[in-house]
């Protein structure tokens, strides 16, 4: 396979850990005990790099003892005990601790159980005002025990499934909790999402409660959503009890029940002992070509993976408070409530990315104290482009990462963080997915972050780069391949009894491997460069880039806010590659600009790549969870029609849509 242009290799780092920072990190402290307790290869003393490069390749040839040493290094609590950690390697299928019975709520509160930690905050709550409210630990396991003890009054039982119509607020994370606690299956979806967009996804899995708001507040602004609360209703006929929580402040409609009564009893949680592959939530795809896939994962499974993610490559423990900006429609979410397995103090936003102004974010991390920042990679831009100083403007000694997602986090990006929030600052660009709830590469506190590279494969994961052969490929552009199994992957998609599906979306392209539909790099000295989405690969002339490649390098263009490229097969045998650019205000797309963003692209990736033409647009679509849609603008671009090129639902704003379908026409009649 011909490689994409790579990044120019950084003969030194943009930061490296101290010597101190190394020692005390959790990864350190896990490999020089794994090395006496299970056969790991010992830390390689002054050479952090060696020692994580031994680490991971032994986690990945010793999964089993591996993932038994992380269970007993986290103290995972096995109510029956396991028979063995892998029983079936295979993909997909694989059977991991048969014979156990745990609980990921349990986990999840035990540090309520410290008398020392039961009244210091469990939860930080920060609204619009980004005054934090605090949900002590004592309070969140008294509410999650009488959220469940009501939940089973109601008839739930292990495998039903409760569905939240919520932001990212406290009552979120009790009712998740309470749900696992009596073996329910949660799944949630962000108010901002219409009523189209969660029947989608909650009609598939058919649920028997159903927890509401009356609305939300969000740019400064007041939404209502009693209407759609009310379509929800009628058509979820499985709904047995609907929870109305009055963020507005109105009353509960007929029929609905109320939350405070809800919670207000002081009863000890009762957790249910389950399989460890029983089902703790479903997570959704963004669906823009079909119905969103609806994927289950387990209590064990998600358990141990965010354990490992959490402790050992976030490096957070009781002493932290962790923040990520997210929304409960994004796999993120669920990522940062696994915050509680560690004892770490979670902070949870509800409210816009950048109201009063788009230092936002840095005013919130600032007055919780975060320790760990996470937020998307657009945003970092979105401060960049806007002149934010955060470093310079808020008190952020408290965060030692900031980290970032949703997409890659451009060598600019990088540089922006080192030199506008500190120097001294692990920045941690991190890329998983909503598929595993978990990330396949990034954060590792132990090791050097280079430029425009995300530090190194995770722990556990086979994660290779193949080439059109199925042959691994170093220091060249190729497939993200997981080569065995991990804890997180899907047990099964719902409706899909034979798993046709699932392994349609991963296994087709190479049966027995997971295929995750990204071009990744690895480098020779083990760190990760992400291309962008395979399936939306820019091809010309036998030269494959990833778009990533191009929004990179044309959005440090102070007049580009924002871009879409697309490669369309045109029915003649041509191929006709368009980028689309939105501007920012005041900007105008006149031959000069046109001329630096050509020689931009000729410049710094490649000639071959440079856009047949360059078309401004009135924005950029995206799915709900904030990912640019290239597929479906491409099939627009072939002559698919509307209706059939992506789901509505899954969509942003789908007058923007229109707007590409209506130039496929243009194009095929003029």
């Not at 050992?312 to 979410?333: A, E, I, K, N, V």
């Not at 994961?461 to 497939?479: C, I, R």
Request: glycine share 8%; aromatic share 8%.
């Amino acid at each position: 396979m011909t490689t994409a242009p790579q990044p120019a290799t950084q003969p030194e780092p943009l930061w490296r850990p101290g010597e101190d920072r190394v020692a005390r990190a959790q990864v350190t402290r896990f490999q020089t005990w794994a090395a006496e307790q299970h056969g790991a290869p010992a830390p390689v003393p002054g050479d952090p790099a060696a020692s994580y490069a031994a680490l991971h390749r032994w986690s990945v040839d010793e999964l089993e003892r591996f993932w038994q040493a992380v269970a007993q290094w986290c103290d995972v609590r096995f109510a029956s005990p396991y028979e063995r950690v892998l029983a079936d390697r295979g993909m997909p299928g694989a059977t991991w601790f048969p014979g156990a019975t745990l609980n990921y709520a349990e986990h999840a509160l035990r540090a309520a159980e410290d008398p020392d930690r039961a009244h210091q905050p469990a939860l930080l709550h920060v609204d619009e005002t980004h005054e934090p409210t605090p949900v002590t630990w004592a309070d969140l396991r008294r509410q999650v025990g009488s959220l469940a003890a009501e939940l089973r009054r109601l008839g739930v039982r292990p495998g039903d499934r409760v569905s939240g119509y919520l932001p990212n607020i406290p009552h979120a994370v009790v009712a998740l909790l309470a749900t696992a606690a009596v073996g329910g299956v949660w799944t949630s979806c962000a108010p901002d999402f219409g009523a189209r967009s969660v029947l989608d996804r909650f009609q598939q899995v058919e649920p028997v409660v159903l927890f509401t708001v009356d609305g939300y507040h969000y740019g400064g602004k007041r939404h209502e959503r009693a209407d759609v609360v009310t379509e929800l209703r009628a058509e979820l006929p499985t709904v047995r009890a609907v929870v109305h929580i009055p963020l507005l402040g109105t009353a509960a409609p007929e029929g609905a029940l109320d939350w405070d009564t809800l919670v207000s009893a002081d009863v000890e949680p009762v957790f249910e002992q389950l399989p460890f592959d029983h089902p703790l939530w479903v997570l959704y795809s963004s669906g823009t070509t079909g119905l969103p896939k609806a994927i289950v994962q387990s209590q064990g499974g998600i358990l141990l993976e965010h354990l490992k993610q959490l402790a050992l490559h976030c490096d957070l423990g009781p002493q932290d408070r962790f923040f990520w900006y997210t929304s409960t429609g994004w796999m993120m979410w669920n990522f940062l409530v696994s915050g509680l397995l560690v004892g770490a103090t979670v902070v949870l936003y509800d409210g816009s990315p950048g109201h009063p102004d788009t230092g936002a974010q840095w005013r919130i991390a600032e007055r919780t104290g975060a320790t760990l920042f996470g937020t998307s990679a657009a945003y970092v831009m979105a401060c960049r482009k806007a002149e934010v100083h955060p470093g310079r403007d808020f008190d952020l000694s408290r965060v030692k990462c900031v980290a970032t997602t949703g997409s890659p986090l451009p060598p600019d990006g990088f540089r922006w963080i080192h030199d506008e929030v500190a120097e001294d600052m692990w920045i941690a660009s991190v890329s998983g997915g909503t598929d595993v709830c978990s990330c396949f590469a990034g954060a590792v506190p132990t090791l050097p972050v280079h430029i425009g590279e995300l530090q190194a494969p995770c722990l556990g994961t086979d994660l290779q780069a193949w080439d059109a052969h199925g042959k691994p490929v170093v220091d060249e552009v190729g497939e993200l391949i997981v080569a065995a199994p991990m804890p997180s992957m899907p047990i099964r998609f719902w409706n899909d009894p034979d798993g046709t599906r699932y392994r349609e979306s991963y296994f087709e392209m190479f049966p027995g491997a997971w295929r995750h539909g990204d071009w990744i790099t690895l480098t020779s000295r083990g760190s990760v460069v992400i291309h962008g989405r395979s399936d939306s690969t820019l091809n010309r002339q036998g030269v494959r880039m990833g778009s990533a490649d191009i929004y990179e390098a044309v959005e440090r263009l102070p007049e580009i806010r924002e871009s879409l490229v697309i490669g369309a097969e045109q029915p003649d045998g041509g191929y006709w590659m368009p980028l689309f650019v939105h501007l920012a205000p005041g900007a105008t797309l006149d031959d000069e600009l046109l001329t630096r963003i050509k020689r931009t692209i000729r410049e710094q990736l490649s000639p071959r790549h440079v856009p047949d033409e360059v078309i401004e647009v009135p924005g950029i679509p995206h799915t709900l969870t904030g990912k640019r849609i290239e597929v479906p603008v491409k099939r627009l671009l072939q002559g698919t029609p509307l209706e059939k090129a992506v789901n509505p639902g899954s969509v942003d704003n789908i007058d923007l849509l229109r707007f590409y379908e209506d130039l496929a026409r243009t194009r095929a009649t003029g």
